[in-house]
């Protein structure tokens, strides 16, 4: 008969090896802010790898430094999709130069 012993030490190995791995997520960046003062309710609009997604703040309790370094550290649930439309900020280019025939 084999020992309650093996059968652990074969389950923590079979554990160890089977691909478990820590998820790594991007930092989370925010688009833009809302605040909508008839229901006093702060709208956070993120993007984390092209999806976007959404913080609601009921009360407006937290500042939006504090919203930020939440999200990235994983504290705050966020949901998906954009609850409030804000438009994206363009990242400015570089200018091209001009092209000179001499």
């Not at 030490?9 to 090896?17: H, P, Q, R, T």
């Not at 309790?61 to 438009?87: F, Q, S, T, Y």
Request: hydrophobic fraction near 40%; charged fraction near 30%; include cysteine.
């Amino acid at each position: 008969m084999r020992s309650p012993f093996f059968k652990l030490l074969f389950i923590v190995a079979c554990l160890s090896f089977s691909g478990f791995a820590k998820l790594t997520f991007e930092d989370a960046e925010l688009i833009c802010m809302r605040t909508q003062k008839s229901s006093n309710t702060c709208f956070y609009n993120f993007k984390m790898g092209g999806i976007p997604y959404h913080f609601k703040d009921v009360g407006c309790k937290r500042k939006k430094d504090e919203v930020v370094k939440a999200v990235n550290a994983g504290e705050l649930a966020l949901m998906k999709d954009w609850k409030i439309v804000c438009p994206e900020e363009k990242k400015k280019e570089e200018p091209k130069a001009e092209k000179t025939d001499f």
